[in-house]
């Protein structure tokens, strides 16, 4: 398995990739920085490892609608409203209340 260096908002990975995979590595990662900054520059979080839950997610939840949007050929589903999101944050804030861990 190859290696390839990325980064994610500013700090460096090291990934496993399957030779042929990089394109689609790349064109991941790009994603989830994409989605990681999106939420960074909204100002409303700031621990990374918030972010990274958050823009899990966001990113999930667009998976798993893109089988309902598929047959009638639509966009793929726009990233969560503020309004969503500052729930979501709420709910990993009661979560994470107990231990303050992630991991």
């Known amino acids: 398995m190859k290696q390839m260096e990325v980064t994610i908002m500013g700090q460096s990975y090291?990934?496993?990739c399957p030779e042929g995979g990089e394109a689609a590595l790349?064109?991941?990662v790009a994603?989830?920085?994409r989605e990681m900054s999106a939420i960074r520059d909204a100002g409303k979080v700031k621990a990374r490892e918030r972010i990274a839950v958050l823009a899990a997610l966001n990113l999930a939840y667009?998976?798993?609608?893109a089988p309902?949007?598929?047959p009638q050929a639509a966009?793929?589903?726009?990233a969560l409203?503020?309004?969503e999101l500052d729930a979501l944050v709420k709910r990993l804030d009661e979560a994470l209340e107990h231990d303050?861990?992630?991991l």
Do not use: H, Y
């Open 81 to 83: 409203s503020t309004a």
């Open 100 to 102: 303050g861990q992630l």
């Open 14 to 16: 090291l990934l496993g």
């Open 75 to 78: 966009p793929a589903p726009a």
């Open 62 to 65: 667009q998976l798993a609608e």
């Open 31 to 33: 994603q989830v920085d």
């Open 68 to 70: 309902r949007a598929a």
């Open 26 to 28: 790349a064109a991941a």
